[in-house]
């Protein structure tokens, strides 16, 4: 069975740091997805990195994959308050998600 | 171009009874897939869709049905509701069942809100 885990589950951020959200996964596979959740809504689509050695960047945001080590990193760059929301690593078709991790960054 | 929509957003039941849930995917897209997302975790795979045909079953009891219509769009439906149904469900569409050009993106819903009382 797929598990997904992401850590840290909770991260409390400065704004202007840097920091890493981790997405491990248990068994082969060759997609992965990160998606963001604000409050109460919906999942805004991130991130599809299909191979190995995969890395994309949008704004303060780079995902990369390394299907070898079934490890995925969302690294965050000089963090902005409108970044706050919890963010979801997902694996696979259907996709397995991770428990997310509630990022806020404070002033 | 619309995105996905469901309905209704939000419902209120009691236990026992049934509840129907509906999804219009993008225009042209032919899969559908359904969520549960309990408050606090990850969503959890409940059915995929494609091409009216059920092509995925996630692990939830037999309460639970689905179809997916002529046009695409989809139902969910819950039978004998309990308490632990409460959540919020998303439906999701992609454009092919397997793409290994986009990676079968998944492009989800606003969700409805289910609350069992």
């Known amino acids: 069975e797929l598990k997904v885990e992401q850590n840290p589950l909770f991260l409390s951020m400065q704004e202007g740091k840097n920091y890493t959200i981790y997405c491990n996964y248990s068994?082969?596979?060759?997609?992965l997805y990160w998606y963001r959740q604000d409050p109460g809504k919906s999942l805004e689509s991130l991130f599809v990195?299909?191979?190995?050695?995969a890395v994309k960047q949008e704004g303060r945001l780079m995902a990369s994959l390394d299907t070898k080590a079934r490890l995925s990193t969302l690294h965050i760059t000089a963090a902005v308050h409108d970044l706050s929301a919890t963010y979801f690593c997902?694996?696979?078709?259907?996709?397995?998600f991770g428990k997310g991790t509630r990022l806020s960054v404070i002033a | 171009d619309a995105g996905v929509t469901q309905s209704p957003t939000h419902l209120i039941k009691t236990r026992g009874q049934h509840v129907t849930l509906r999804c219009s995917p993008i225009?042209?897209?032919?899969?559908v897939s359904w969520y549960q997302q309990v408050l606090g975790q990850g969503p959890q795979f409940i059915f995929q869709?494609?091409?009216?045909?059920?092509?995925g079953r996630g692990n939830f009891p037999d309460r639970f049905s689905a179809r997916q219509f002529p046009n695409y769009s989809s139902e969910l439906n819950v039978n004998a509701l309990l308490l632990g149904d409460s959540a919020l469900y998303l439906c999701?569409?992609?454009?092919?069942?397997?793409?290994?050009?986009?990676?079968?993106?998944?492009?989800f819903g606003p969700g409805t809100r289910l609350t069992v009382l």
């Open positions: 999701a569409s992609s454009s092919l069942f397997r793409d290994r050009v986009t990676g079968n993106e998944q492009f």
């Open positions: 997902a694996v696979d078709t259907p996709l397995v």
């Open positions: 869709y494609y091409e009216k045909e059920e092509r």
């Open positions: 225009s042209g897209h032919k899969s």
């Open positions: 068994t082969t596979s060759d997609r």
């Open positions: 990195l299909l191979s190995n050695g």
